[in-house]
């Protein structure tokens, strides 16, 4: 079955980076728009960010825009996020996801997306 496997997360100061990463397996990677999510405790799963398959368009949540990267590499069925200047607030379990949409549009809706990984923790200390 599809597998999607997130890894990189950790423990972090506060301006600190991390890079995620979400390797996938038996996923037709390169039709799938890809995304990442996160889910604080008490808080729902939110849209972080996504990319697409159709001409490399790229997605960013406001709380991220200018500090989290996102890409992939199809030959190597990833994605990445890049994270840079976190803060405590960036602190969640952060989600790989993928959504099989024909058009490669990229969707923020968490039922958009079909496949996910188990998740990786990030904590950002202050």
């Known amino acids: 079955q599809v597998q999607l496997v997130e890894s990189g997360g950790g423990l972090v100061q506060a301006g600190g980076s991390l890079r995620l990463s979400c390797t996938t397996s038996?996923?037709?990677?390169?039709?799938?728009?890809m995304g990442w999510f996160r889910q604080a405790p008490g808080k729902e799963r939110e849209f972080v960010a996504a990319?697409?398959?159709?001409?490399?368009?790229?997605d960013y949540a406001d709380s991220v825009k200018g500090r989290f990267t996102i890409s992939r590499d199809n030959a190597k069925n990833t994605v990445y996020l890049q994270m840079n200047s976190l803060t405590p607030a960036d602190t969640a379990g952060y989600y790989c996801?993928?959504?099989?949409?024909?058009?490669?549009?990229?969707?923020?809706?968490?039922?958009?997306?079909?496949?996910w990984g188990q998740g990786t923790q990030v904590t950002v200390s202050s």
């Open positions: 990319t697409s398959w159709r001409d490399g368009s790229t």
């Open positions: 038996r996923l037709t990677f390169s039709r799938s728009v």
């Open positions: 996801a993928a959504d099989l949409v024909p058009t490669g549009q990229i969707r923020r809706t968490r039922t958009a997306f079909v496949f």
